[in-house]
């Protein structure tokens, strides 16, 4: 804004006036923007709004990234406990059928025996019959239709 002493160019004199109003000009838009409270608010919103998107963004797409984890080892430990159910289930049908097959031979041969035993019991008492006198012959009897109900018994069980 001075002059050098001595000059007196008219010229001169009016660059510095123009520079001096642009500083000026520059000094009051920066003492402006300072006091426009409803500007700078504005721009403090918009900025932490900007920041709090980001931020929900990258939490949403946090919590999906788990989620998904989370579904696919879920999804991996229920297929693994249903293959072990599913052995464990195959192991006992197997022992179990083994148990009947067991068994139904063990019964098999018990209702033979049993079987062979009526017979002889059945050929004893017809022979009986025919020689013996009646008491005996209830007696016999009696002992025939007992063998028949343990058969029976050990047979529906």
């Known amino acids: ?67 998904t984890q989370l579904a696919h080892t879920m999804s991996q430990k229920a297929s693994q406990r249903a293959t072990s159910v599913k052995q464990d289930s195959q192991h006992t049908i197997g022992t179990v059928r083994g148990s009947l097959r067991a068994g139904a031979q063990a019964t098999g041969k018990a209702e033979s025996t049993l079987i062979t035993s009526a017979r002889t019991a059945t050929t004893k008492i017809g022979s009986l019959v025919r020689t013996k006198s009646v008491p005996t012959l209830a007696a016999t009897g009696t002992a025939a239709a007992l063998a028949i109900v343990a058969y029976r018994r050990r047979r529906f069980r």
Not at 6 to 14: E, F, L, V
């Open 1 to 67: 804004m001075s002059t050098p002493s001595g000059s007196s160019n008219p010229d001169q004199t009016r660059r510095d006036i123009q520079q001096t109003r642009a500083e000026l000009g520059e000094t009051l838009a920066a003492l402006t923007a300072k006091t426009d409270v409803k500007t700078r608010a504005r721009s403090k919103t918009t900025s932490a709004v900007g920041g709090l998107r980001q931020r929900v963004a990258q939490a949403g797409q946090s919590a999906k990234t788990r989620a």
